[in-house]
């Protein structure tokens, strides 16, 4: 009886071993498999461009030359506007006549002047309105050249340089961008805001831009015309390093890069690609070094394996 149990045991303890070898061959077997199965990947190629880094900013357009026009003498009650909105102006026109007359006492009207020529962006007063020192008639501006005031922090004021490329947009233009320069940066800090002003000049000769707008504003602090450019999801960062993965044939190849300016959804790199290399920007997460690939039929090179 003994016998037969103790052979029991030593059967059972055979059969758990050649389970497990069996089990782990198998194991082996799926792990090699995984290995062995290639990972659906998106490529894009290397390319040279132009790649600039901005800072962000917004304002209000207004005119280089603009100016709301006081009475300074002609007291009384407005009699007429000699032009309308959106007229033309030279130095020195009559704009308005004011009525001077009092109970018992007639005046010959009294003139308003344009001091610049521009454009009539706006007239306040209503026929028969007050006019005096502290009311505005009208406001004149000269929209061939327009400016926008920026608000420049104490750490930007590091790459903020006088003479640099603007870009602005509006929203009624919100396909097309607007080029100026950056004019003037105020020589004081207000301690309140902790800024400094900038002052944006641009042309308008087409007169698309009207004062009043609010423009948003890219100020280009750095500019690259011949950079090596990937897109951005391409660069994976481990640790203090960024890393890529390129196509080679049917494998991925990790290659350690350095990277510059970032603009928009594309990148600067600077050391550790070459122009023309495929570069994978979907499914490089998890990837290593010398693992098979292929490409989705859906890449934009058109490539698969």
Known sequence: MKKGIFGLIIFIILALVVWRIVENQYAKRRVEKKE??????????????????????????????????????????LLRYLVKEGDRVSKGSVIALVDRSIKGLNYKPATIISPISGIVGMLFLDKGAAVAPQIPVAMIANISKLKVKIQISEEELKIAKKGQEAIIRVDMYSDTTFSGILKDITPVINPLSRTATGEIIMNNSHHLLKPGMFARVQLVVEKHTDAIVVPEKAIIRRGEKEIVFTKMGDVAKKKD??????SNDMIEVVEGLDEGEEVIVSGNYGLRDGVKIFVKKNNKLGGQQ
Do not use: H
């Open 257 to 262: 890069v350095k990277i510059g300016i970032k």
């Open 36 to 77: 062995t199965a290639a990972t659906e990947v998106s490529t894009e190629k290397v390319r040279r461009d132009v790649i600039s880094k901005t800072i962000q900013y917004s304002g209000n357009i207004a005119g280089v030359e603009q100016v709301n026009i006081y009475p300074m003498e002609e007291t009384g009650r």
